[in-house]
């Protein structure tokens, strides 16, 4: 007949049952016996270690009393100490001695307790008055006094310490140790004689016991390691294959009983949290990119937002500075033309022409801020592709000795080093703007031009230094002081060789460059020429 695994398991659990009650009827009494005596020679025990504590405090209390009247200097702490002790101790004695008390009677049945159990009680008794009267003499004696009276308290101290009425504490604590010491022999030999009583029995009990169980553990573990071990193995593999497994963790399927049908069920809910994990796991990578998407556009369109107010201020504050002096001048010129009675043509003359030039200057300053206005917009809508910068330069070049007609400026061609290749202008390449790149070029020409005397001239380079691509724009004009040039770059800032030699500058040009050249990755330097003017050197970064 094939059994089931609960069946199995009933049978084994109704034999092992049986044993234990079998065993437990035959070693009952011997047992029960063995224990009351054990019991009975515990407290005996607890008892003679709690009375030997309390004489071995009461002796290191005297020390203790000695060392204060000796030195004056004895450690409170330690005093404490020892009393808790013997608290401790006296506390013990009073919860176990009632406990012993009940088990003798018990045991004797119906005889009356012994004058020896009666005497313990009293000699409790007696040690807590008497450490009581103890305690109360240290805490209120006065400890000032003479050598002579010294010896004088030591006495009393002795006489309250040791004696409690007419009876020595010493004697009774001496008798309660005895005591006790005879009844935890006396257990002792009790819990022996029970104890071979029946170590046959308990013997033969063991035997059977063992046997059955290395019968039945042998039996259990060549039945049931396996299937359990692979539903451990399994189990583990989808908690550490949580975010790795590309397939359902299985088991295999050993047969048709209870572990069968675990295994069985254990797969189907194995594919259940892979399939279910499978799609947290996709919509949670659905989530992130959607968060980290919409992270971006915000951080995006917060800097846009950001850099848009910032160019707002600066752009109202720009035209607030440039526009308010011309205006101011045009009315005030007005004014006084219009003051007073009838002037000459003369005067008219005067006043309008006044009025004629700061319009011009006026109108120079408008197109300045909207150049200033169209780059900042511009810059934000940067066209990016793969340029030659060789074409750009000479078409900036070209455009710029338009600039020279009345100054008498001479802008050379441009100058490429030698490089071993076959192409140069593939070897001047890079990703930029070429609008942008054009409008930054012609800011440092127009620079160039103004402020550099008749008979100058502009010479351009184009180079490669360590690996870096180079444009250097050079002139003989008046140069710039090096106190100067680490305001080049501000706003409304002008050097004063620039103001003395031009009043009409705005100073907004090498911002404006500035500007642009971060935008298309290229950095700004400007020294000074070999013939004293200026030089502007622009380092391609790379995009």
């Not at 000795?401 to 593939?426: K, P």
């Not at 080049?488 to 103001?499: D, N, P």
Request: neutral net charge; charged residues 25%.
């Amino acid at each position: 007949m094939n059994l089931t695994f609960k069946q199995k398991i009933v049978f084994a659990f109704s034999g092992v049952c049986l044993l234990v009650l079998l065993q437990s009827a035959a070693g009952y009494v011997f047992v029960q016996r063995a224990q009351d005596y054990e019991k009975r020679s515990l407290i005996a025990q607890e008892l003679l270690v709690a009375y030997t504590n309390i004489g071995a405090d009461k002796q290191r209390l005297k020390v203790w009393y000695a060392e204060l009247l000796l030195t004056g200097k004895a450690s409170a702490i330690a005093r404490d100490a020892l009393i808790d002790r013997i608290n401790a101790n006296i506390q013990t004695v009073r919860e176990r001695l009632p406990i012993q008390r009940a088990d003798v009677a018990l045991a004797s049945a119906t005889k009356p307790l012994s004058n020896q159990y009666l005497s313990s009680a009293e000699v409790l008794d007696i040690l807590e008055v008497n450490f009581a009267n103890f305690k109360n003499k240290v805490n209120h004696n006065d400890w000032g006094k003479s050598d002579i009276d010294k010896k004088q308290v030591w006495t009393e101290m002795l006489n309250t310490f040791d004696v409690s009425g007419s009876k020595d504490v010493r004697i009774l604590i001496a008798d309660a140790i005895e005591q006790q010491s005879q009844i935890s022999i006396q257990a002792t030999k009790d819990a022996d004689s029970a104890i071979d009583l029946s170590k046959s029995m308990r013997l033969i009990m063991l035997l059977i016991t063992v046997l059955s169980a290395i019968s039945l553990a042998i039996y259990f573990v060549k039945h049931l390691t396996q299937p359990i071990a692979d539903l451990m193995l399994g189990t583990q593999r989808i908690q550490s294959e949580a975010d790795s497994a590309t397939t359902a963790v299985q088991v295999p399927v050993r047969g048709f009983d209870e572990f069968g049908t675990l295994a069985r069920s254990f797969n189907t809910m194995a594919r259940e949290i892979f399939s279910k994990r499978s799609d947290e796991q996709t919509k949670k990578e659905e989530l992130e990119q959607a968060v980290a998407q919409r992270t971006a556009q915000l951080v995006s369109a917060n800097e846009v937002l950001r850099t848009a107010e910032v160019r707002r201020r600066e752009f109202f504050s720009d035209l607030s500075h440039e526009l308010r002096t011309p205006a101011t001048v045009i009315l005030g010129e007005a004014e006084i033309a219009l003051r007073g009675g009838e002037k000459s043509s003369d005067e008219y003359r005067f006043s309008l022409t006044n009025i004629a030039v700061t319009t011009r200057q006026l109108t120079q300053r408008i197109n300045v801020l909207l150049l200033l206005a169209k780059e900042r917009l511009l810059v934000t809508e940067l066209n990016f592709s793969q340029q030659s910068i060789l074409p750009i330069i000479e078409a900036s070049i070209v455009q710029s000795r338009a600039l020279t007609q009345e100054t008498g400026v001479t802008i050379e061609h441009l100058v490429q080093n030698q490089l071993q290749v076959s192409d140069i202008s593939s070897a001047f390449t890079i990703n930029t703007d070429a609008d942008k790149l054009s409008q930054l070029l012609m800011v440092f020409y127009d620079n160039a031009v103004r402020y550099t005397p008749p008979g100058g001239f502009i010479r351009t380079s184009v180079a490669f230094v360590q690996n870096k691509l180079q444009l250097r724009i050079e002139d003989t004009g008046i140069g710039i002081a090096d106190n100067e040039k680490d305001e080049l770059f501000q706003r409304h800032f002008r050097g004063e060789k620039a103001r003395k030699m031009r009043s009409d500058g705005a100073g907004l040009g090498l911002a404006i460059a500035k500007t642009l050249a971060e935008a298309l990755s290229f950095d700004i330097d400007i020294g000074s020429s070999i013939e004293g003017g200026c030089c502007i050197t622009l380092a391609y970064r790379g995009v």
